[in-house]
Structure formats: C-alpha cells, structure tokens
C-alpha cells in the first residue's frame, strides 16, 4: 500500500500514522518527524527547517523534496509506505508523482481527517502543555491552519478528483477515529 494522510494541524496525523501504517506493514514516514528530529540533532537541515517550523510557514518545497525522495529510497520502504505530512504544496505533489512514477508503483489511497477547527487548537494547545514544542503556541498555530488552508487544502480537491480521496471524520476519541481509518481503508485494499 502507498499511502497518504492528510488532515490541518492537530487532525490527529501523526496520531493514527503509525498505528495504520503497522496494520499494512509499511513505514509511517513523517515529515515533520524528520525535521524535528533534525532540529533536536542540530544538523543543517534542523537549522534551516527550525526557521521555518517555529513561525508556522511551511519549510521549502526543494528541501523538503530531496528529504522524502532520500527516505523512500531506503529499503524499508519498498513494499509500500504511508507519508504523514507530506505532500503539503502542489509542487510536492508533481514531486511525489515523479518518485512513486519511477518506481513503477502508484498511488493506492488520501486519508483526509477531517475536524473542528475550534477543536484542533484546543488539542494543540493541550499539547504544547505536555510537550512543549514550539510551534504549539496560539498565533503560530493560527498561522499553520491559515498555511494549511492556502496551501494544502486544495491538494485535496485535486486528489478527490483522481478518486483516491477516502475521507474520515476525525473527531472523536483516537480509538474512535481509528476504527473508522480501518474500516474505510480495508475496503479499498480489498478492492
Ligand atoms: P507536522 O509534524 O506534520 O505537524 P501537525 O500538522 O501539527 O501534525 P501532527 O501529526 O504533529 O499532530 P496530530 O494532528 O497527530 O508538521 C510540523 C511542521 O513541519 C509544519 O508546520 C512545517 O513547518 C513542517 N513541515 C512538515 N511537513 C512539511 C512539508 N511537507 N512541507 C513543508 N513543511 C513541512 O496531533 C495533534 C494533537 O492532537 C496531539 O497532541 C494528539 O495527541 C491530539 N489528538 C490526536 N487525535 C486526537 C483525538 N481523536 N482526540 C483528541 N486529541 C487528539
């Protein structure tokens, strides 16, 4: 399976990742995972994307590019995998086409998660207590769902209309949300 989720800020993305991509035995590759842990090390990615990250704005389309064409190179990956956060632009999307093209495969489903927008900041926020990260604060994540709304929103269109879109509604308890991405997805994998 290759996989999309896609969702605004605190749609529960990276939640229910790891848990869907283990139920198809593919990697959960999460783009703003790579960055933080990049940031956390230091490295010159971390340094450039953290610019980024910590205002809200979306770290450029050329890096972001290379780093998923980089991880979905690795070994791991060939069976399949679900990409968490990416694409975010319709550049990253040409892109993406270009990687999954030349491997011969295609694109099986988008997983939206659709929320409350009222809601999702209340969960953002609940997390920036317990973790503290720092764009978990109300102006930037203001701006990531302004972002989100220029930028990414419209992906979703574009993909509805190659038929991949499966939509899920997110919102309720993370058991809850889950049952329903399994039920959703299982349909199409049998299909
Ligand atoms: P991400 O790490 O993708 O951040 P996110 O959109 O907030 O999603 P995340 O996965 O962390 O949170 P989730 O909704 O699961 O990106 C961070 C930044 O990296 C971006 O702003 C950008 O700067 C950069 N970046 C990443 N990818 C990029 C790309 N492709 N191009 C350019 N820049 C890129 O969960 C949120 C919270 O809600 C959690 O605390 C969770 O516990 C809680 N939650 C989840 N489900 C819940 C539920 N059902 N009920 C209650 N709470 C729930």
Redesign the pocket.
Known sequence: MRLLIM???????????TAVAEHFGVPAI???????ANVAQGTPLGVE?KR??D???????E??NNM?RNRIADPDADAGFLL??????LA?VTELDGMIEETGHKLDAVLV?T?DQE??I???L??AE??G?A??NEDV?RR?LE??GEETEPLIASYSERGLVVSVD?????E??QQRIFAALDDIDQS
């Not at 969702?7 to 529960?12: E, F, I, L, Y």
């Not at 999460?30 to 933080?36: L, P, V």
């Not at 205002?55 to 389309?61: I, K, N, R, S, T």
């Not at 997110?170 to 993370?174: L, P, Q, T």
């Open positions: 969702g605004p800020p605190g749609a529960g993305k990276g939640t229910q990742a999460s783009t703003g995972d790579i960055f933080r994307a980024y990250m205002a809200g704005e979306y770290v450029p389309d890096v972001t998923v968490d956060g990416y694409p975010r632009t990253q998660l929320v809601a999702v209340g969960r953002l609940k997390r317990i973790e990260r764009d978990d994540i990531r972002v989100y997110g919102m309720g308890d993370v809850e949300v």
